[in-house]
Structure formats: structure tokens, C-alpha cells
């Protein structure tokens, strides 16, 4: 007759829960969560518990199925504590660990209980490996989609911030360009221009290249566009800070802006005043004319 894994499994929890548990504790202030200062000992503490309870309580009807509907409080569980910790910066391998840290307490645990019955033994040790690897496997696949959509939402705001319409003059904007231009930054250039276009009523937009590294055909074309759209909003574009090494490779590669360019941002602003009736003039050579 095979033994059931999953009922040795839940009466050496039962009975051996407080054992278990201090081992478990003792096993996670070793490890480099608590070490690292992003969790104190009280809560991670709670959190054991809570996962201790809710896997005995899922090996009651579930069996070793952790995808099993008597698991879906320890899943979710475990889903929230992933996501909190990839939000918190914790490591993968800590993450993981959490769960990964209880097999050798059940082991020891279940070597005591059935030390007589080799049967009931392997039996039980089956049973939790297969269940807490599966629960670990989750913690990991939460985790790792969760450290995936903070990377990308910091992405989105770094590429935001690097894209800021400063208002120069009434009627001016100046965008400057930091960093390589691709495909989805060049969508937030041109949304933030624009939108600036509009609130600001800008008759000139001056595009800054100064902090872009080197200007290829992509990035020409990436240029051509915005430039493009912000002329379909009322705005002509000048372009500023190309380089001498720019200007030579964008020669050699026959890539043409077919747009105005100025080599300093200072240049780009006074042609930007000229073309809107201003100019700047020193105050003292104006006292002097009056």
C-alpha cells in the first residue's frame, strides 16, 4: 500500500509546528534579508507564520497540487509578498529563499517523526519538495514580472524626465536631447513637445542635440519626425549643438535634416529672437543711445 505523502506531511506539521518554525526563523535571520535592513525581523516573522498555516492548511484538501484551489490563499499570499519585495529591491535568490529556507526544517522534522518508517519517511520528503518547489518556482515567476514592470515604469519616467521643454521666451521652447535617440523615446519627445506647443502657444521650438552622443540615419529620421509633427502644430524647429564630429559623419553618411541648424543652443535662441521681431541688447549701450 503507497503512503500518502501529503498526510505525513500535514501531521508533522501539526505536530511539530513550533519546531519547525524556530528553525525556519533561525534559518531566515541567517539569510541576507534581515541583513540588508528592508524588512524588520517582526514582519518577516508574520509572514512565516502566515505561509506555515496556509500550506498545512492547503495540504488538507489539496494534497502536494499547490496549483490546487485549496492553495489559492497561499498563492496570492506569496504573490504579494514577490511583488513587495521587488518593489523593496530585494534580490531574486532572497525572494526565493523565503520559501526554499523551509524544506530543510520539514526534512529535519519529518527524519524525527518517521526515523522508524522508511516508507512514511520518503514518503514525506517527496511531498514537501514537490510542493515547496513548486511555490518557490511562483515566487519567482511574481517576482521576476514585478521587477520587470518596475524596470520598465523607471524606464518611462527617466525617459520623461531626460526629455524637458524649457520655455526660453514667449513663444520659444527648447528641448534638450540627452542620450541616444530610439523609436519609444522619440514617441515621449514628440508628446511632451507638442503638448508644450500647445500650452505655451510656441512659434519656435530649438531641439538641443548637444548631450545626443552621435546622429546616425536613425536618428536623423527620429529627428525628421518630431521636427515633422511639430511644424503640423504651427511651430518651426531649429536644431542646435551639432559637433564638428557630427556634422562629419552625418556628411559621410549623406544624411541631411533639411532643417535649420545652429552649432550652440546660444546661436539656435538669438536666430529664435531675430525671427520673432526680438532682440537683446546690452542695457548700458542702450543708456548711452538715449
Not at 496570492?76 to 532572497?94: H, K, Y
Not at 511632451?192 to 540615419?217: F, K, M, R
Request: glycine share 8%; net charge negative.
Amino acid at each position: 500500500m503507497r503512503m500518502d505523502g501529503a498526510e505525513v506531511l500535514k501531521r508533522t506539521l501539526t505536530e511539530d509546528e513550533a519546531a519547525i518554525l524556530e528553525a525556519w526563523y533561525i534559518s531566515l535571520r541567517e539569510g541576507t534579508s534581515l541583513q540588508s535592513g528592508r524588512i524588520r525581523e517582526a514582519e518577516l516573522q508574520t509572514q512565516a507564520k502566515a505561509v506555515f498555516g496556509q500550506l498545512r492548511d492547503g495540504l488538507s484538501s489539496g494534497g502536494v497540487d499547490a496549483d490546487a484551489e485549496s492553495y489559492t490563499p497561499l498563492r496570492e499570499n506569496l504573490a504579494d509578498i514577490s511583488r513587495s519585495r521587488a518593489v523593496q529591491g530585494f534580490t531574486p535568490t532572497d525572494t526565493a529563499n523565503f520559501v526554499f529556507s523551509l524544506k530543510e526544517p520539514i526534512f529535519e522534522a519529518l527524519r524525527r517523526k518517521s526515523a522508524a518508517d522508511a516508507s512514511a519517511l520518503a514518503a514525506g520528503v517527496w511531498a514537501a519538495g514537490k510542493v515547496l518547489d513548486r511555490l518557490g518556482l511562483l515566487t519567482m515567476e511574481v517576482f521576476l514580472a514585478s521587477r520587470e514592470e518596475v524596470i520598465g515604469r523607471q524606464g518611462q519616467e527617466i525617459a520623461e524626465l531626460s526629455t524637458p521643454v524649457v520655455r526660453l521666451w514667449d513663444g520659444i521652447l527648447a528641448l534638450p536631447l540627452i542620450g541616444t535617440l530610439d523609436s519609444a523615446r522619440t514617441g515621449v519627445v514628440m508628446e511632451n513637445l507638442l503638448q508644450a506647443i500647445v500650452d505655451e502657444e510656441a512659434e519656435i521650438a530649438i531641439i538641443d542635440i548637444t548631450g545626443v552622443p552621435t546622429v546616425d540615419t536613425l536618428v536623423a529620421q527620429h529627428l525628421l519626425k518630431t521636427v515633422a509633427a511639430a511644424r503640423l502644430m504651427g511651430a518651426d524647429c531649429i536644431v542646435s549643438g551639432i559637433r564638428p564630429q557630427i556634422a562629419q559623419t552625418m556628411v559621410h553618411l549623406g544624411v541631411e535634416l533639411n532643417v535649420i541648424s545652429k552649432a550652440t543652443m546660444a546661436d539656435a535662441f538669438a536666430l529664435a529672437l531675430r525671427r520673432t521681431g526680438r532682440k537683446v541688447v546690452r542695457q548700458q549701450a542702450a543708456e548711452e543711445r538715449c
